[in-house]
């Protein structure tokens, strides 16, 4: 499972950020996830679980932005009615090949902390 490498390389770079502004715990992470990316949101969600577990941050969210690829004819424009997780090669309506746009995403956007400088900052 190659989300437990992401979630901890994710997990790396919030505390990297949220040590920039001090300690604190993170309380939520917001990253977005392309359909092309070749990350599954229910393992990364399992996998950030297991990495944040035995740390201050084990409370910490994830929220999991899914951003679709979107595939468009030359001639047509974009292909809407594309089943979920399906792929065509080719445009269903005049059989040119398809350009894939979007959906490489993986992402931080937003990191929500608290700040623990008033509670001692016991481990
Ligand atoms: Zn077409």
Known sequence: M???????????????AVAEYGSGRIEGVKIAVGELSAVEPD??????AAVTIDTPDAEARLDVRWCPARQTCPTCGEIKDRVDGSWLRICPGCSMPLVVEGGNELDIESIQYLSDDDDGGES
């Open 2 to 16: 190659h989300e437990m490498g992401i979630a901890l390389e994710i997990y790396r770079q919030c505390r990297e």
């Open 43 to 48: 393992l990364i969600a399992y996998a950030w």
